[in-house]
Every structure is written in structure tokens, then in C-alpha cells.
């Protein structure tokens, strides 16, 4: 998993509220479990003007001038900025992978549907809770500023705007931890290998019986 430390970067206005996970990417592209190929379908029915299915050409397809990403304004967006209960709907880790591969690092949003938020740390994909007050102000500047970017401090916990000021955020510290490190839960798991193979090798010890004879 890639470490999260620090990341400054653009940043897309989302605005509307409980973004349901099938509207981030449509039910009829989860026909894989490989973690690769879902950014061009990321918020598809949003983003193009036909209906998508997979297979099709995303380059040939018309897109709908009036999205947010497709604005030539936010192109290249790697913080994405959105209303409350962002992750909503139906349990798909492909949420946060099309997310990824679309090219985000960050979501800021007033509160997140807790699955959504989980399996986005274990991706490492870093959902950051802020005050609605604080996302109103946000909005308006990504809106009257072109090029706005922020820049986020994982380890002090920060959002930094382009004049200074410093937004706080809580997380939990495992999470903080496996983000700063690049651990995803296998990961966490082979740093204790040591400990695993000296526990295998005491067991067989004790209960030989449990290999069995070629």
C-alpha cells in the first residue's frame, strides 16, 4: 500500500450530498476483483452522457460538460471536497479503488457512511472529517479561486489552505500509523513473521501429529 505523509494537491468541488457508493462506480463494473481498471468509470453515470458498460471505448464516449471533473479547471484533481454521508449505499471495496485510480489520495467531507470510511484506510485512500462550517468555506474558495490546492499533514493532523490557515482533523491511531507506513492489514501482519514462524515451529514441536506423512 503507498504511504500517506503529506500531499498537496488540487482539489474538486463535489457538491451534493449521500454520493452512494454506486453512484462512485456503477454496480455493472464490479465484475472484477483485480485492483486496476475502474478510474475511467469512476462516477460514470455523472461523468458521460450514454450509459457505460464494461468493455466499452471511455474515449469515445461523450462526456457531460457540465461535471465537475471533466472541467478543464479541475483536471489532474487529487483532493476531492464533498457534502455529508459521502460512501452511503451498498458495501464495495471498489469505492476507494476507482477513487484511487482516478488519481485521489484525499476525501474531505462532514462525515463519511462507516464501511466506505473503512475500507478507505485500508486502501490508502485518507478520508478526512472537517466541521460543515469549514467545508462551506472550503467550497466557496475551490470555487473562486482556479487552481486552489491544499495541502495535508498526515502526521500533524492538518489541512493547510494556500493562505496559511491550518483545518485540525482526528484519526485514529492505528489507522494514522498503517497510513504513514504503507501497511495495509497483510502488511501489519508480516511484521510480526518472526513471531508467526517461531509460534508455527513450537507447535509442530509439541503436536508432530499434525503434519502428516507423504
Excluded at 482539489?11 to 453512484?23: F, G, I, Y
Excluded at 449505499?89 to 463519511?112: T, V
Aim: neutral net charge.
Amino acid at each position: 500500500m503507498q504511504a500517506f505523509t503529506t500531499h498537496e494537491g488540487l482539489v474538486a468541488p463535489l457538491d451534493r450530498e449521500n454520493v452512494d457508493t454506486d453512484l462512485i462506480i456503477p454496480k455493472q463494473f464490479l465484475k472484477s476483483i483485480k485492483r486496476s481498471g475502474f478510474g475511467p468509470n469512476l462516477f460514470d453515470e455523472l461523468r458521460y452522457l450514454d450509459h457505460g458498460e464494461p468493455g466499452m471505448d471511455n474515449s469515445r464516449r461523450p462526456l457531460n460538460p457540465d461535471f465537475v471533473l471533466n472541467q478543464d479547471r479541475y483536471k489532474g484533481a487529487s483532493v476531492l471536497l464533498a457534502r455529508k454521508n459521502f460512501g452511503c449505499g451498498s458495501s464495495r471495496e471498489h469505492a476507494p479503488w476507482a477513487l484511487m485510480q482516478y488519481g485521489f489520495r484525499a476525501i474531505i467531507a462532514p462525515s463519511f457512511a462507516d464501511i466506505f470510511f473503512n475500507n478507505s484506510f485500508k486502501n490508502g485512500l485518507l478520508p478526512i472529517v472537517l466541521n460543515e462550517l469549514d467545508i462551506a468555506r472550503l467550497f466557496d474558495e475551490v470555487k473562486a479561486f482556479p487552481g486552489y490546492k491544499l495541502r495535508i499533514d498526515l502526521a500533524e493532523q492538518r489541512v493547510i489552505t494556500p493562505e496559511g490557515r491550518e483545518l485540525s482533523f482526528t484519526i485514529d491511531a492505528s489507522r494514522k500509523h498503517s497510513l504513514l507506513n504503507g501497511l495495509d492489514e497483510i502488511g501489519l501482519t508480516l511484521q510480526k513473521a518472526d513471531m508467526i514462524r517461531q509460534y508455527e515451529a513450537e507447535r509442530l514441536a509439541r503436536h508432530p501429529w499434525l503434519v502428516g506423512q507423504p
